[in-house]
């Protein structure tokens, strides 16, 4: 008989932010104020991020995109590269996600892609603990993880290059 694996993913679905502690409201309102400064002219896609670090200080980023598509970055790794190059000897505890098409403040549902479920993972790696990720679901809902695997499972980590 064949063998199966099964893996378990668990997704928080909150309600509303008003259900969020004021350490995790405080990271959605850094995110979507960096949503703000994307520069988003191709997609008008603007994507907020913002990471809390061990030290509890928050480095926020946006998409930045580029005449030459490829050449362009989500939010989620401008704040993770910003973070680590600022901080290197911090780690990432916790991350928010919030994207809105335009500048109109509707803001939707949006999950990080899958080069930076990646980084996310890496950043993990090096800080030594979990990263949990904020980001919105469908009907104004909520989804936190609570560390990369739930983002990606079967990742690619430093293990397999050994
Ligand atoms: N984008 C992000 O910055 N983060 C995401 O989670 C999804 C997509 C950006 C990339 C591009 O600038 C625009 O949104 C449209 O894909």
């Known amino acids: 008989m064949d063998k199966r694996l099964e893996i378990n993913i668990k ?3 909150v309600e509303s932010e008003n259900d969020l502690d004021d350490a995790w409201q405080l990271l959605i309102q850094k995110a979507k104020e960096a949503s703000y400064s994307a520069y988003a002219p191709y997609s008008d896609f603007n994507v907020g991020a913002a990471v809390q670090l061990d030290n509890n200080i928050i480095v926020t980023g946006n998409n930045q995109e580029n005449a030459v598509y490829p050449t362009g970055l989500c939010a989620e790794r401008v704040a ?15 991350m928010a996600i919030m994207a809105q098409k335009g500048k109109k403040g509707k803001f939707l549902p949006a999950t990080p892609c899958g080069g930076c479920r990646q980084a996310i993972s890496e950043y993990e790696t090096k800080g030594k603990i979990p990263i949990r990720v904020l980001m919105m679901g469908p009907h104004h809902t909520l989804y936190l993880v609570n560390n990369s695997d739930s983002l990606l499972p079967l990742k690619f980590s430093p293990d397999s290059l050994t």
């Open 11 to 13: 997704i928080e679905v």
């Open 80 to 94: 993770l590269f910003a973070a680590s190059s600022q901080y290197p000897k911090n780690a990432v505890k916790r």
